[in-house]
Structures are given as C-alpha cells and as structure tokens.
C-alpha cells in the first residue's frame, strides 16, 4: 500500500535513533543497509565495508525493518549507525528510512547494498567514480555486463524481460532493474516519490530515469547468499508483483509530467494576459 514519510513507525525510529546518536554527522559517503533477521549473513557484510573510498571518508548506517532476531545488536557491535524500525514493513520502507536520516545528517552520497552479502563491496569505487566525476547523479551495478552465480533460469530470464521493459517505457537503456548495490547523490533518492514498501528497486530506478537525472550502469558481480533466505516469494509472485510496480511507477511518473507541464503552460498563459490586459486599458 501507498505510504508517505514519515509514518508512525519512521517516527518512533527516528525519535529512538536520535536518543541513542544524539545530533552526530554522517562522513559524506553512507552505506546504506536494509536488514530483517539477517544476524548471521550480515557480519561479514560489515566486515568488509571499508572506512574511506575514492579519499572521502564513509560511514554504515543499517535499518533495521521490525527484525524478531538480534540483527539490530549484531549491526552495532560491528559499529553500524543503526536504526530500528520497530514493525517489519519491508525493504522499500526501510530504504526510504535511511535515505532520510542520510540526508538529515549531513552526508552528500549514499550507496545502497544488501545484508546477505551477495554484492562485492570492493567495487565500490566503480560506482562513486562516475558521480565524484560528475558524469552521473545515479549509478547502478549490472549483473548482464558483469556476472552472476544465481543458477534460476526463471530469475535471470526475468532480469532480461523488465530491463527490456523499463528500457522501452523510459528511452534509456538499461541492462538489469534490480541490482542492490547503487550509488547517488542523496539528494536524488530523497527527490523521488517512494511509495513501495518491498520491490522498490525498480520504483527508484524508474523514477530516477523519469525526472531527467543521468544514470549509469557498471559491471559489477552478483554472489549466492552467504547465508539465510531470500525474503522476495516465489519466482511467479515476485515477476507479477515486480511488474506491477514497473508499470505502475512508469503510469504515476507519466501522469505528474502531464500535470506539471499543464500547471507550467497555465502559469505561462496567465504571465501573458497580465501584460495583454494593461495594454488594452
């Protein structure tokens, strides 16, 4: 269901997380982890994120989405930021959690990843370099121009079909919808309306590419889970629900253009007939 920022939820996390962290500052680049009962696939993840890349210092912040486990206490004593939303309402909620406190804290990039280690941390610089350059504002890894040891026929044929499909309803091609591991601008991923609470790869990347921000995908490798289960269903109800939200946000982007650019020609109409107006008096 559609919800807006912040909830009730968001706002007891937030209250709890400021009362733990106090007023600190985030180093200008966030690792931003979504985690739900993730305790023992999300150490080695925070293991390896490294304390600086391309010279700027960088900084974890896990959410952590209503987990029953003692994924919140693992995050901190690996030395996470960590904020802890008390009601598991899935991946997309958290994420938009943490692209707010990123922004509210003072960092200037944020990079997404997952805590069941399936992304390699040490390509990092690949998708800061392109944004630090200024040749992009958004940068996703691809699983097509680089590789991935998923054996599912059904997950990679899928990958093929939305990325042809967002590729088509956007103008710009894109390779894979829904890798994990990305970089922006913060101000990019607090710019889009986010409304999916699970499947919001797509949502973001559709919305980024709607509102005229440049994007750039690299090669980049997608690993097996190191260890728990995958959260996202089944291979059939995944592809329709991920279809939905496809379609759905490509609908809902379409339609605010429309209305902006009605709103744009209304306010230039009436510019013109004020002159228009004084000169016939």
Known sequence: MPTTFPDEVDEEALADYAARYGDHRFAPVVVLIAAYNERD???AVLEGIPGSSCDLDVDTLVVVDGASDDTADVAVRHGAYTCVAGTNRGQGAALRLGYRLAAERGASYVVTT???GQYEIDELPRLLRPILDDEADFVTGSRRLGSSENPQLLRRLGTYVFAWLVSVMTGQRI???SFGFRAMRVEVAN???LEQQQYQSSE????VLARGYRVREQAMTMRQRVAGVSKKGNNVLYG???SRVVLGTWLRERRARRLSGAAGA???DEQV???ARAAGE
């Open 204 to 207: 973001l990347l559709v919305g």
């Open 191 to 193: 710019s889009v309306r």
């Open 266 to 268: 209304s306010s230039a």
């Open 114 to 116: 997952d805590a069941d």
């Open 175 to 177: 390779t894979d919808t």
């Open 240 to 242: 329709y629900r991920y």
């Open 273 to 275: 007939s004020e002159p």
């Open 41 to 43: 696939a999300i150490p």
